[in-house]
């Protein structure tokens, strides 16, 4: 069974520009999330979707995050403009449903460096 | 609000010996417990979780954790330890009643010595 695939895989940018990663969830998982790990940190959730539906948003930063996953199966999460502090690894973990006990499988992340 | 608390940075355990990560979680409501493994440049990898029923938890490769409600503690614990152990170990908790957010602990790093 083929895992969580995140792209690219690393990202060097400028402040104030933008970029976009995306994730492709285990096939039939319902539930993906997005975390957010600073160096030294442990995940931050910033959005889950259940299908296509955001199911909690209330960490995202949404003056400059943006993410959505249109037709239920790949995502992509949006920086825009990014900041230095966004520099972290951004992970994607899907989950076969939403209930709270649901196992959730993680991608190998994306690293952002803002220079 | 939700937390989980890794009181320790880093542990240090010989091969061979027996290893025990230290995790404590406030929450309201049951909580549903989980620990994750992260090896360099890849993502979490999942051990084990409680939902309900007994206390004790037994997950991948030998590692077994206790749910304790009264000490609201969960500690990963593995009898022998190897060098390939050596990792960073992340608890998580979410909550039953409301919250539904995976909240993480900061990690703890595990360095087994040969």
């Known amino acids: 069974e083929a895992g969580v695939a995140q792209s690219p895989r690393y990202k060097i940018i400028e402040k104030r520009q933008s970029v976009a990663f995306w994730c492709n969830p285990i096939?039939?998982?319902?539930?993906l999330y997005w975390y957010q790990q600073i160096l030294g940190q442990g995940p931050k959730l910033l959005i889950q979707?259940?299908?296509?539906?955001?199911?909690?948003d209330s960490q995202l930063p949404k003056d400059r995050f943006s993410a959505e996953r249109l037709k239920g199966v790949d995502s992509t999460l949006k920086i825009q403009p990014a900041k230095l502090e966004d520099s972290a690894v951004y992970l994607c973990a899907s989950s076969l449903g939403g209930a709270p006990g649901e196992t959730q499988y993680f991608g190998p992340g994306t690293r952002l460096l803002v220079l | 609000a939700q937390s989980v608390a890794q009181p320790e940075d880093q542990v240090n355990v010989a091969e061979g010996n027996p290893l025990t990560v230290k995790c404590t979680y406030s929450v309201s409501g049951n909580p549903y417990l989980f620990w994750y493994v992260q090896y360099p440049n890849r993502g979490l990898q999942f051990l084990l979780k409680y939902i309900t029923g007994d206390n004790l938890v037994k997950g991948s490769y030998g590692f077994e954790a206790e749910f304790n409600k009264s000490q609201t503690s969960f500690h990963l614990k593995k009898p022998s330890a190897l060098v390939s152990d050596s990792a960073l170990y992340f608890c998580?908790?979410?909550?039953?009643?409301?919250?539904?957010?995976?909240?993480f602990g900061r990690g703890t790093s595990l360095i087994v010595h040969p």
């Open positions: 096939s039939g998982h319902a539930t």
């Open positions: 979707f259940q299908n296509n539906g955001v199911v909690d």
């Open positions: 998580a908790v979410r909550g039953a009643g409301g919250s539904y957010i995976p909240t």
